[in-house]
T-cell receptor
């Protein structure tokens, strides 16, 4: 198993550009989520999905779109990049997301710099 | 937004010392998880506690969930350089959208020889 994979590892964008951060998992997990990590603020939930075709907003969804057409993939789209979106983005997945003791598996992250 | 404050924010100690990291909130959580994150990688789950007052041990690491389920602590005995990393607590609440995690602000630990 590759676990949770993310591409690209690093990206530089200009303000106003759009891009898609890719996330895939090969563990047949239902629950997938996107977080951003900023210094001194921990990880904040952007969007999540409880299964193919179902997505919902997290704590900081503005400026981001998601879709979940398959169980394996959960891409995050930046519609018009802004410097405030400079961050490290993590994708995570878990079996069902409904149990307290469930383990979330994180990908290695995508480092995004918006100029 | 339910905030989880961690203290200290940074900690630099010598090998063999003991340390405690605290995770505090004004909100009640159904569960509390601790993660460790190494540079360039995603967080990795260390432990989950769900019962008020629960204590779990993982080798030299001891985790405790507060009686009121608002706070938690991580104690490391005889720290080693391999313990270096960013430690994150995360409070969980079950909602219609699954187990939503609120992450703490993080504690950066450095253990030197």
């Amino acid at each position: 198993n590759a676990g949770v994979t993310q591409t690209p590892k690093f990206q530089v964008l200009k303000t106003g550009q759009s891009m898609t951060l890719q996330c895939a998992q090969d563990m047949n997990h239902e629950y997938m989520s996107w977080y951003r990590q900023d210094p001194g603020m921990g990880l904040r939930l952007i969007h999540y999905s409880v299964g193919a075709g179902i997505t919902d907003q997290g704590e900081v969804p503005n400026g981001y779109n998601v879709s979940r057409s398959t169980t394996e993939d959960f891409p995050l789209r930046l519609l018009s990049a802004a410097p405030s979106q400079t961050s490290v983005y993590f994708c995570a997945s878990s079996y069902g997301g409904h149990r307290y003791r469930e383990t979330q598996y994180f990908g290695p992250g995508t480092r995004l710099l918006v100029l | 937004t339910q905030l989880l404050e961690q203290s200290p924010q940074f900690l630099s100690i010598q090998e063999g010392e003991n340390l405690t990291v605290y995770c505090n909130s004004s909100s009640v959580f159904s569960s509390l998880q601790w993660y460790r994150q190494e540079p360039g990688e995603g967080p990795v789950l260390l432990v989950t506690v769900v019962t008020g007052g629960e204590v779990k041990k993982l080798k030299r690491l001891t985790f405790q969930f507060g009686d009121a389920r608002k706070d938690s602590s991580l104690h490391i005995t005889a720290a080693q350089p391999g313990d270096t990393g960013l430690y994150l607590c995360a409070g969980g609440r079950l909602t219609g959208g699954g187990n939503k995690l609120t992450f703490g602000t993080g504690t950066q630990l450095k253990v030197e020889l």
